[in-house]
């Protein structure tokens, strides 16, 4: 495992190359995570440039050298001497050091150029390097955003993680144009709670952004080979035990996390389905997105019992992704009948 960025040293090239080598069955990718940028205004010049530029600077920057030897043009015509070079020995290792491209997606953001009328927030005010080089202003939202909801005590664990679903397909295509001979496998997706056990939001957000993937296979024929959600259980999250991405509740103690919680019981930690729990095990089963609402979810006993013993959370966990994966090549909405060949 190395460190993202540039490197003093081609090592990794090398080691990767000796990997493609040693296990010639083995894909080889690298995983990046970017929201999708909208530009404020449409038809202004400006803003669309922003919108691209917020791109290349949070995913082109990891995306471009690997597909075309170099970073993207804006940022060295923005960053200057400040940005690294590549030797052309470099440049070649690089270039085309993957088997697969693998994206992590939560969210869409709208932005405006910093200098604009329209900014909130002024050039001066971002910080000196990468952040004042992409120079946009992304405090603002798409209409139609699905936002997370505050828990019953007022606190809002996942104020940036947002949903526009059509902001997934776009990043599906932003990420196959860099190269459309590749496969994609969409490797983290998924929606932030609070400790609400029927989280329809959740299950709302699923089945809208697994729409956009059908869209992607079915419709435009790119190459997604899997989907991942995040997560299959809540979990620690950058810090904190509030974030709640799972499609398995997790009741926490009050000592989770805690350095008195050295081992807990059998009665802690119980894991409950979320209702995305049981559509994703319809998905994965029939292969169908569409013809099951909440009501059938709710009254489902197939799943609706808690797992709250580990061998039954491992073996639904290794089911489900197996199952999504090859899912995701072969459903049909259901609504249509419309099957992939």
């Known amino acids: 495992m190395f460190a993202p960025g540039h490197k003093g040293s081609p090592t990794e090239a090398y080691t990767l190359k000796t990997s493609r080598i040693v296990g010639n069955k083995a894909r080889i990718g690298i995983v990046l995570v970017s929201a999708y940028f909208y530009p404020l205004d449409p038809n202004n010049a400006l803003d669309v440039a922003a919108a691209k530029r917020a791109l290349d600077f949070d995913f082109g920057w990891f995306l471009e050298p690997i597909v075309t030897g170099d970073y993207p043009a804006v940022m060295r015509e923005r960053a200057g001497d400040r940005l690294p070079t590549f030797t052309e020995e ?51 939202m798409m209409p139609g955003t699905m936002q997370p909801r505050p828990n019953k005590f007022g606190n809002n664990y996942c104020g940036r993680y947002t949903g526009y679903p059509p902001g997934y397909l776009d990043m599906i295509h932003y990420l196959h144009s860099h190269d459309p001979t590749v496969d994609i496998l969409l490797t983290e997706n998924g929606w932030c709670g609070n400790e609400e056990v029927e989280n329809w939001d959740q299950l709302r957000y699923y089945k ?28 620690y999250e950058w810090g904190s035990y509030g974030p709640r991405f799972g499609l398995y509740y997790v009741n926490f103690t009050e000592k989770t996390g805690s350095p008195d919680f050295e081992k807990p019981k059998s009665t802690d930690l119980k894991r409950i389905p979320r209702p995305a729990a049981k559509w994703f095990h319809k998905v994965a089963t029939t292969k169908c997105l569409d013809g099951w609402d909440q009501l059938e979810i709710a009254a489902d006993s197939s799943v609706a019992r808690s797992a709250e013993h580990l061998g039954f959370s491992v ?6 992704a197996v199952a999504l994966t090859a899912a995701v090549v072969t459903f049909k909405r259901c609504l249509g009948y419309q099957r992939l060949r």
């Open 90 to 140: 470099e440049s070649a290792l690089l270039k085309g050091s993957y088997d697969i491209l693998m994206m992590n997606h939560y969210y869409s953001k709208v932005v405006t150029d910093c200098g604009s009328e329209s900014s909130v927030t002024p050039c001066s005010s971002l910080t000196a390097g990468w952040e004042a080089d992409k120079g946009v202003d992304e405090d603002h």
């Open 315 to 320: 073996a639904f966990i290794v089911f489900v």
């Open 208 to 235: 809208a952004f697994l729409g956009q993937v059908h869209k992607a296979v079915v419709e435009e024929e790119i190459p997604v080979v899997g989907y991942t959600a995040w997560s299959f259980l809540d979990n």
